[in-house]
């Protein structure tokens, strides 16, 4: 399939410049990679709102609290990496358990990071984010649905993470497309077997059920944008009507977005299910293309992930 | 020195021994917590909330309040004792910290108790934290100022000399910190466990403004809080030189009473000290 591949990250600058405009109440805080996550937008819109921390996460977490128990809307941004287990204490007692206004937007997540290697990619970072009482994870499909999360969170209160990777990732929704945190939506009708992606994931289990329908399997797919809250309705209605679930997320299998689903699954209708995901394993430098084959994450591991599901169906 | 009418500074004095005994029954009742910490802070907190502070305790939400955050979160029975006799919630209240369904939680709850302005108890966060409200008050032109207690175990902490750089850095001269040097932390003495002096000239080479006082005297906190207002375009530091455990003879400079409840004898000899009936 052709999709135009564009930039998570302009579509937050952009939007935070949008927000700038529209209310004052709105700060940015970010930590010597503002060039890089894109609220250097907002800095060069807004340089009095803009607060930039140096390479100091925790002090920026805890200084992000503080504007937000004195009204403020604070948008936090660096690498998801950096963003989430650097300052993992100071987002769960200053953030979490207050139950603070505070958006933690990271870009940079995942394995697509490519040549910084392990270090910098983490797969992870949902797992961190999703056990923490009152926080909001989401993990937005595209640039266009950027634009529209970052919108949206700014709208609603509390702590909320949104996790967008480095790499430009294909365009598979529109301007008329709506953000509804509470809705996931079904991106492709099926009766078969349900393919239930996130971020990236999402173009590449479309890709499969295009696959999985020259073999006369009509597979539905779900962009399971927010994993937490999670559309519960929408996973448990797919798996009762289409008897299968395969879960594909750029991030580890353990306590990913997989892991998160087969919760809701175990509890609610046992269904076969296969996870397609980062292994318990870190990962290294190399191109995008060529880490997405290596670590299992590719258009076939979905389809071999959905004719296994189908087998034990039977 | 400025000259300070002795009977108002001898009710000030009165206070912090009210907060002295409540902090002592709090425990005492709970079973647990940190009487140490809680009583070596204890005249800071006098001073602030019944003279420094422009407070309101029938508003905790007025915006134009000035902010304190203790930042050692584990003197939370000094703090609610200051609280209460402030008048923010009823001193009968405070019997109930540690207990199942108390908005008195072991360490301070900004969402639970009203008057606490931010949550604390891991510690080396609340100077951080006092630099967001403090620029915030900058950003929207308020003259409120930001007070944070600090312990001085919190030293070690990494994020304490971030915050200490980020508020020089941003000018923050709406913000004063109190450090509780009792020179005690819970494993030893603190120039044992990771040595912290000299702590004035590393506060200074941070940029701030550093005062050196006796933390249990009325006029000296008084009078080096007035001096840190008048301190522009960089923050304050009040080192409060202090004994763990003051005002309870057999607590003070005592390992002992970091974070353990006084038995009942104890608990009956502390009551006898601070004037306070054993209830």
């Not at chain 2, 002592?24 to 005249?43: F, N, Q, R, T, V």
């Not at chain 2, 955050?69 to 019997?95: C, I, R, T």
């Not at chain 2, 929207?140 to 001085?152: A, F, S």
């Not at chain 2, 005592?254 to 000290?273: I, V």
Request: aromatic share 6%; with cysteine; net charge neutral.
């Amino acid at each position: 399939m052709k999709w135009k591949m564009e930039s998570q990250r302009k579509q937050y600058g952009k939007a935070l410049v949008e927000l700038g405009k529209e209310r004052g109440d709105i700060v940015v805080l970010d930590a010597d990679l503002s060039s890089s996550t894109r609220t250097a937008d907002f800095a060069a819109a807004f340089p009095e709102r803009f607060f930039n921390c140096g390479i100091a996460e925790q002090n920026m977490m805890d200084t992000a609290a503080g504007f937000a128990a004195s009204g403020k809307t604070a948008f936090v941004s660096t690498f998801a990496v950096f963003g989430t287990g650097r300052c993992y204490d100071q987002i769960r007692q200053s953030i979490a358990y207050p139950k603070l206004n505070i958006k933690i937007v990271v870009s940079h997540a995942g394995i697509t990071v490519g040549g910084d290697g392990a270090s910098h990619q983490i797969i992870e970072d949902i797992a961190l984010m999703r056990v923490l009482p009152n926080m909001t994870v989401i993990v937005p499909v595209d640039s266009p649905e950027t634009y529209r999360v970052v919108k949206s969170i700014a709208k609603s209160k509390g702590p909320c993470y949104v996790r967008i990777g480095r790499a430009d990732v294909p365009t598979i929704t529109d301007e008329n497309t709506k953000f509804d945190v509470n809705q996931a939506p079904v991106m492709r009708e099926g009766k078969d077997i349900t393919l239930i992606g996130c971020g990236i994931m999402v173009s590449k289990c479309l890709e499969a059920a295009e696959e999985l329908s020259k073999h006369g399997v009509d597979a539905r797919v779900v962009n399971l944008h927010t994993i937490k809250p999670m559309d519960e309705k929408t996973i448990v209605r797919a798996a009762r009507e289409t008897g299968g679930v395969v879960t594909a997320e750029e991030h580890s299998v353990m306590m990913g977005m997989g892991s998160a689903v087969a919760m809701v699954l175990v509890e609610n209708f046992h269904v076969p299910m296969k996870r397609v995901g980062i292994p318990d394993v870190f990962g290294e430098s190399g191109a995008c293309d060529e880490l997405m084959e290596k670590y299992g994450l590719t258009v076939d591991n979905i389809v071999e992930a959905a004719h296994d599901v189908l087998r034990r169906k039977k | 020195m400025e000259v300070y009418d002795g009977e108002f500074i001898s009710e000030l004095e009165t206070t912090a021994r009210k907060i002295r005994l409540h902090s002592i029954k709090m425990i005492y009742h709970a079973g647990s917590g940190h009487p140490g910490g809680s009583l070596s802070c204890a005249d800071v907190l006098a001073a602030l909330y019944f003279h420094i502070m422009k407070h309101d305790p029938k508003r905790p939400d007025w915006p134009d309040r000035d902010r304190f955050v203790l930042s050692k979160g584990h003197a939370a029975p000094a703090l609610y004792a200051v609280l209460a006799e402030a008048g923010y919630f009823p001193v009968e209240e405070l019997s109930s910290l540690r207990k199942m369904g108390s908005r008195l939680q072991g360490h301070p709850c900004m969402n639970k108790t009203p008057g606490v302005e931010m949550s604390t108890g891991s510690l080396g966060h609340g100077l951080a934290a006092g630099n967001g409200m403090a620029l915030a008050a900058k950003l929207d032109r308020k003259l409120h100022r930001i007070y944070v207690l600090c312990g001085d175990g919190e030293m070690d902490v990494g994020e304490t000399w971030e915050a200490a750089m980020l508020a020089s850095h941003y000018k923050l001269d709406n913000v004063t910190a109190y450090i509780d040097r009792n020179k005690l932390q819970l494993d030893g003495p603190t120039e044992k466990i990771m040595s912290l002096e000299p702590l004035a000239d590393k506060w200074k080479a941070f940029g701030w403004h550093v005062i050196e006082i006796n933390g249990h005297n009325m006029k000296e906190i008084i009078h080096a809080t007035n001096e840190a207002k008048g301190v522009k375009g960089r923050p304050t530091v009040i080192i409060c030189h202090t004994i763990k455990g003051k005002g309870v003879s057999y607590m003070e400079g005592s390992l002992h009473f970091h974070g353990k409840a006084p038995s009942k004898q104890e608990y009956e000899q502390a009551m006898k000290e601070l004037g306070g009936d054993v209830k």
